[in-house]
């Protein structure tokens, strides 16, 4: 049996740690493209457009490969024209969502904190307000579970 020397064991390792914290690189949300693939369906004066991303459009949003994980983004835009608000938990997408935390740990690597720190950060700041006021405008993700083919929301 023949034994690695330490130095290039060494490196190996090494290589294998930096490997993991370079894998994190989303993109802008406007150059990913997906929005133009919504569809609308109106109710009074609420408008709501939802996307359901292909493992792609995840990958190049959220900047890791969530479809290995088994989840899938959706996209939901929320228009309120109305004089109250209301309030749309993600529960209403999937009965079974991952909150932005769940789907984020799901992306971490090993020994990358300041790297697990930053998706952490940016799927929160993706998520979807829960809470849309009168007037106002709200778009965001719910992780869902991944659906091969055609994408059926509650």
Not at 100 to 127: K, M, S, V, Y
Request: net charge neutral; aromatic share 8%; hydrophobic share 45%.
């Amino acid at each position: 049996m023949r034994i690695m020397p330490a130095g290039v064991l060494m490196m190996l390792v090494l290589w294998v740690l930096v490997g993991g914290c370079a894998s994190f690189t989303p993109r802008p949300l406007a150059e990913v493209g997906f929005e133009r693939r919504a569809q609308s369906q109106t109710d009074g004066g609420v408008q709501v457009s939802v996307v359901a991303l292909t493992a792609d459009e995840a990958r190049d949003a959220m900047g890791v490969n969530l479809a290995r994980q088994g989840i899938q983004p959706v996209w939901v835009k929320v228009q309120n024209r109305e004089s109250i608000g209301f309030v749309l938990p993600p529960m209403v997408i999937d009965h079974e969502y991952f909150s932005p935390l769940e789907a984020a740990w799901q992306a971490h690597g090993w020994l990358t904190g300041a790297t697990n720190t930053r998706i952490d950060e940016h799927f929160h700041t993706l998520r979807l307000p829960a809470r849309i006021g009168p007037g106002e405008t709200v778009s965001g993700f719910v992780f869902t579970n991944l659906d091969k083919g055609v994408k059926r929301l509650v």
